[in-house]
């Protein structure tokens, strides 16, 4: 197996307290690896050890299948990232920041900010001072610097803060295409799961500093749990029904006066029948499969019993 970024028991202990615990992360070449963790979890701390902002406490990085070291500058070269927030020289336009990077990168290639500054939909500010973006034109105008010199790797900690909906439909896509026509390896961390779900080959869950799980999103969808869903106005007497009368024992009540019904032979017919049968007033019910938010919430829940 090809991985072009690799951590062996990568692990980082700030005033004592280990941020992160014996991580052992795996991104293929050519995919979109979704890193997904509750705020404090550790991504943020990964990442800025993956791009050598912060050096590890013990354990090690393999980017492609090279040791990272203070002195990698070459490795670094091949990678775009945005870390936290994109910071710029306000006093400077758009334009000027990227030329700006195009020379410490020592990248010259004829319309390559230009082309950044179209994709990112910021030609008409590209001479404003940086000081006047909105919030969404800098998170905007950091994607076109990390893409700008053509990188075979981009990690990218939540790109899309400040977009609209319409925005980060538009860095879905572009991400996509990166990944697809240009083969770009692709590392983003989100706390959208919906957004990683649409994009993303392989999650990585990290929860409390330990890295939880790593698993494809194919994977995902052939284990995924079929449940009916289930909206009443008494969930307590819906649940008797449903264990006396019907003799179903695989449910769960939620939150908001929902059940969940995990068996696969139910009948939506007969359980709408019998509960209307035995006074009970069914608010919505339909057969729903389990999204990437629900298996997140299940791991994450498991660490937290055992922690």
């Known amino acids: 197996m090809s991985y072009v970024v690799q951590t062996n028991s990568l692990t980082k202990i700030i005033d004592g307290k280990e941020i992160v615990k014996n991580v052992n992360l795996h991104v293929k070449k050519g995919e979109i690896y979704g890193f997904l963790g509750p705020n404090g979890a550790g991504k943020t701390t990964v990442m800025k050890m993956l791009t050598n902002l912060w050096k590890p406490t013990s354990g090690s990085i393999e980017i492609f299948g090279e040791i990272l070291t203070p002195q990698s500058c070459e490795i670094l070269k091949r990678i775009g990232s945005i870390i936290e927030f994109p910071t710029f020289y ?7 920041n990227l030329q700006l990077h195009c020379e410490y990168m020592g990248y010259y290639k004829h319309g390559s900010i230009e082309n950044a500054l179209d994709l990112l939909e910021l030609s008409a500010a590209s001479q404003k001072a940086v000081k006047n973006y909105s919030l969404g034109m800098k998170e905007r105008l950091g994607i076109a610097r990390a893409i700008l010199c053509k990188p075979e790797l981009l990690i990218l900690d939540e790109p899309t803060n400040g977009l609209d909906p319409a925005g980060r439909k538009k860095i879905r896509d572009l991400l996509k ?3 697809e026509e240009y083969g770009t390896t692709i590392m983003i961390s989100s706390h959208i799961l919906s957004e990683v779900e649409s994009i993303a080959d392989t999650v990585g869950i990290i929860h409390h500093g330990m890295m939880v799980k790593e698993i494809g999103m194919k994977e995902i969808e ?6 009916v869903e ?9 649940a008797y029904v449903l264990s006396e009368k019907l003799e179903y024992n695989n449910f769960k009540i939620i939150e908001n006066n929902t059940i969940r019904i995990y068996d696969q032979h139910v009948s939506i017919k007969e359980l709408s029948k019998v509960l209307a049968l035995n006074d009970v007033e069914v608010v919505a019910l339909g057969r729903q499969a389990e999204t990437l938010e629900d298996y997140f919430l299940k791991l994450t829940a498991e660490v937290d019993r055992l922690c």
């Not at 306000?90 to 000027?96: A, L």
């Not at 052939?222 to 449940?227: F, N, P, Q």
């Open 230 to 238: 289930l909206v009443v106005a008494d969930p307590k007497k819906a």
């Open 177 to 179: 295409n990166l990944c």
């Open 222 to 227: 052939r284990m995924s749990l079929a449940y």
């Open 90 to 96: 306000n006093h400077m336009t758009g334009y000027e």
